[in-house]
């Protein structure tokens, strides 16, 4: 059974750093594409940014670019979201899923259950 | 960037109804590369069709999708009280994005 656990979202102040991570199981994590959707609260879903398989390949939402950095740990079955700078609007469940393929053009599926970032002073 | 719009915002309808939900996207989505998502209170999304037109595993023949190019649409044939939902189109041809969503609501 695949799993996404996802853990690290925090209260933190406007100009802050974030680090969150998603533990994968059940699938041969490093052949296939990760990535991470938002939902602010009481709005709709938000796609931030994906990794290839390999981690040799990312992509980024406009909104997150130069201040979000995703990789990922194949040999532990880890991705993460390194995030900098962060605004009140970043404030947002953040979902880890898991694309169909190794590289580009993925549908999400499964989600995690998603970790709450809070951007507030 | 490929902005998806779904109509409409809001739909009522009563168990047994058919659903007809659209999302239109500002401009062709490369290889019918739209999907639908299923999203109930305090869960997270769940997919239900992929290629704009294949049903995900385990999701019931009650729910289907047509479309390409620029408009598409996710049918619900008959709906049952589990489908009362919002419902979210994502494309995945140039890079990610999501539509605003559509709530299904009970009339």
């Known amino acids: 059974d695949v799993q996404l656990l996802e853990s690290g979202g925090d209260l933190v102040q406007p100009g802050g750093s974030l680090r969150l991570s998603c533990e994968a199981s059940g699938f041969t994590f490093s052949s296939y594409a990760m990535g991470w959707v938002r939902q602010a609260p009481g709005k709709g879903l938000e796609w931030v940014s994906a990794i290839s398989g390999r981690g040799d390949n990312t992509y980024y939402a406009d909104y997150v670019k130069g201040r979000f950095t995703i990789s990922r740990d194949n040999a532990n079955n880890m991705l993460y979201l390194e995030m900098n700078s962060l605004r009140v609007e970043d404030t947002a469940l953040y979902y880890c899923v898991k694309g169909k393929y190794s590289g580009s053009h993925n549908y999400f599926d499964p989600w995690g259950q998603g970790t709450l970032v809070t951007v507030s002073s | 960037e490929i902005v998806l719009t779904q109509s409409p915002g809001t739909l009522s309808l009563s168990p047994g109804e058919r659903a007809t939900l659209s999302c239109r996207a500002s401009?062709?989505?490369?290889?019918?590369?739209l999907a639908w998502y299923q999203q109930k209170p305090g869960r997270a999304p769940r997919l239900l069709i992929y290629s704009a037109s294949v049903r995900a595993a385990g999701i019931p023949d009650r729910f289907s999708g047509s479309g390409s190019g620029t408009d598409f649409t996710l049918t619900i044939s008959r709906l049952e009280p589990e489908d009362f939902a919002v419902y979210y189109c994502q494309q995945y041809g140039s890079l990610y994005s999501f539509g605003q969503g559509t709530k299904l609501e009970i009339k």
């Open positions: 401009q062709s989505v490369t290889s019918t590369y």
